[in-house]
T-cell receptor, first 115, second 109 residues
Framework: ETGVTQSPTHLIKTRGQQVTLRCSSQ?????VSWYQQALGQGPQFIFQ???????GRGNFPPRFSGLQFPNYSSELNVNALELDDSALYLC??????????????FGPGTRLTVL | DAKTTQPNSMESNEEEPVHLPCNHS???????IHWYRQLPSQGPEYVIH???SNVNNRMASLAIAEDRKSSTLILHRATLRDAAVYYC??????????FGSGTQLTVLP
């Protein structure tokens, strides 16, 4: 089975631009969660999608938005980029059925740098 | 979900056991203890989880105190490949993992 993949690996943008990050979930997984990890800190939850619907959101502004597609792959969109958005963005998939406490499988992340 | 407390860093010698402690004094009866680790330049990976009883898998053992206010992740023979940040997570009703700062484990050859 294939694991979680993310693209691109690295990305450089300038302040004010928009960015789209992509995630392919592990085969059979119907839930995708996105996390932001600033340098030297633990990952912070952005939001989760379950069967194409947003299923929970962390403390992030509306300019962070997402999509989940029928094949359960997902996108994270960030508008009006700010310098503080520079971070590693992680995608995690799971077969939760909407439940808590189910093992999550992480991708390698996308390193976003905002100049 | 409440935050757990872990030491910022620990060192171990290669081939020796490592005991990584975690305090979770506000844990409720239905909260599980999960451990994930993050190797350099990678996403976090699942290590082990448990509720009340001690747990073993091929990667590690998890010892949970009788009052469940603390737990210890045990790596039986540390290798250089085990150098990573280890996160102890108290996971109850929230849909997402709530990470703290974790413990940076350094394994010395």
């Amino acid at each position: 089975e294939t694991g979680v993949t993310q693209s691109p690996t690295h990305l450089i943008k300038t302040r004010g631009q928009q960015v789209t990050l992509r995630c392919s979930s592990q085969s059979g997984h119907n839930t995708v969660s996105w996390y932001q990890q600033a340098l030297g800190q633990g990952p912070q939850f952005i939001f989760q999608y379950y069967r194409e619907e947003e299923n929970g959101r962390g403390n992030f502004p509306p300019r962070f938005s997402g999509l989940q597609f029928p094949n359960y792959s997902s996108e994270l969109n960030v508008n009006a980029l700010e310098l503080d958005d520079s971070a590693l963005y992680l995608c995690a998939s799971s077969l939760t059925g909407g439940l808590a406490g189910v093992r999550q499988y992480f991708g390698p992340g996308t390193r976003l740098t905002v100049l | 979900d409440a935050k757990t407390t872990q030491p910022n860093s620990m060192e171990s010698n290669e081939e020796e056991p490592v005991h990584l402690p975690c305090n979770h004094s506000t844990i409720s009866g239905t909260d599980y203890i999960h451990w994930y680790r993050q190797l350099p330049s990678q996403g976090p990976e699942y290590v082990i989880h448990g509720l009340t009883s001690n747990v073993n898998n091929r990667m590690a053992s998890l010892a949970i105190a009788e009052d469940r206010k603390s737990s210890t992740l045990i790596l039986h023979r540390a290798t250089l490949r085990d150098a990573a940040v280890y996160y102890c997570i108290q996971w109850g009703s929230a849909r997402q993992l709530t990470f703290g700062s974790g413990t940076q484990l350094t394994v010395l050859p």
